[in-house]
T-cell receptor, first 110, second 115 residues
Framework: GQNIDQPTEMTATEGAIVQINCTYQTSGFNGLFWYQQHAGEAPTFLSYNVLDGLEEKGRFSSFLSRSKGYSYLLLKELQMKDSASYLCAGLNQAGTALIFGKGTTLSVSS | KAGVTQTPRYLIKTRGQQVTLSCSPISGHRSVSWYQQTPGQGLQFLFEYFSETQRNKGNFPGRFSGRQFSNSRSEMNVSTLELGDSALYLC??????????????FGEGSRLTVL
């Protein structure tokens, strides 16, 4: 199978740092993606890792370890507007489909 | 540049009916994917089309079908609707290369309620 697991919910406070973990079966994926989805809106692309290591993009960073089947999304200097669902997704080998985890709902409080 | 457009945005159907949803991708995008989103299961892949050909299909029953036209617009159809088909149906398009990078651009979705 191509299961992707991530925590259901997380909470944090403004200005803090939060790490959202994602684990998956090591075979079957050709890249790991993170999407953000605010309530009632469409998902939007955040980051993409195809090689091991850390990709940094402003306040958001994403890490991938292919041998461990592990990725995380790191959000720094949290803002209220970061309250959203964060979706981890693997790209299938053919590059024709993204397989999503069920998402992690992050609530940021003041 | 216009984004992905889905119609209708909301619709209500009864069990046993059928429904057709439409998606217009970003201009120049040739790959269109469809996803079903429910609170319990999250985003689940339905199928993907590229240049009018279905390249991949998820684990959904045959009641779910789709097609893509020469202008890259896509439709999906669900026949013999069941209560469990109530969901947000999201369409996404991606870059015009033959090998998509996986960065998808999603539409706002069509919210289907089956009574």
């Amino acid at each position: 199978g191509q299961n992707i697991d991530q925590p259901t919910e997380m909470t944090a406070t403004e200005g803090a740092i939060v790490q959202i973990n994602c684990t998956y079966q090591t075979s079957g994926f050709n890249g790991l993606f993170w999407y953000q989805q605010h309530a009632g809106e469409a998902p939007t692309f955040l980051s993409y890792n195809v090689l091991d290591g850390l990709e940094e993009k402003g306040r958001f960073s994403s890490f991938l370890s292919r041998s461990k089947g592990y990725s995380y999304l790191l959000l720094k200097e949290l803002q209220m507007k970061d309250s959203a669902s964060y979706l981890c997704a693997g790209l299938n080998q053919a590059g024709t489909a993204l397989i999503f985890g069920k998402g992690t709902t992050l609530s940021v409080s003041s | 540049k216009a984004g992905v457009t889905q119609t209708p945005r909301y619709l209500i159907k009864t069990r046993g009916q059928q429904v057709t949803l439409s998606c217009s991708p970003i201009s120049g995008h040739r790959s269109v994917s469809w996803y079903q989103q429910t609170p319990g299961q999250g985003l689940q892949f339905l199928f993907e089309y590229f240049s009018e050909t279905q390249r991949n299909k998820g684990n959904f029953p045959g009641r779910f079908s789709g097609r893509q036209f020469s202008n890259s617009r896509s439709e999906m159809n669900v026949s013999t609707l069941e209560l469990g088909d109530s969901a947000l149906y999201l369409c996404a398009s991606s870059w015009p290369q033959d090998e998509p990078t996986g960065e998808l651009f999603f539409g706002e979705g069509s919210r289907l309620t089956v009574l």
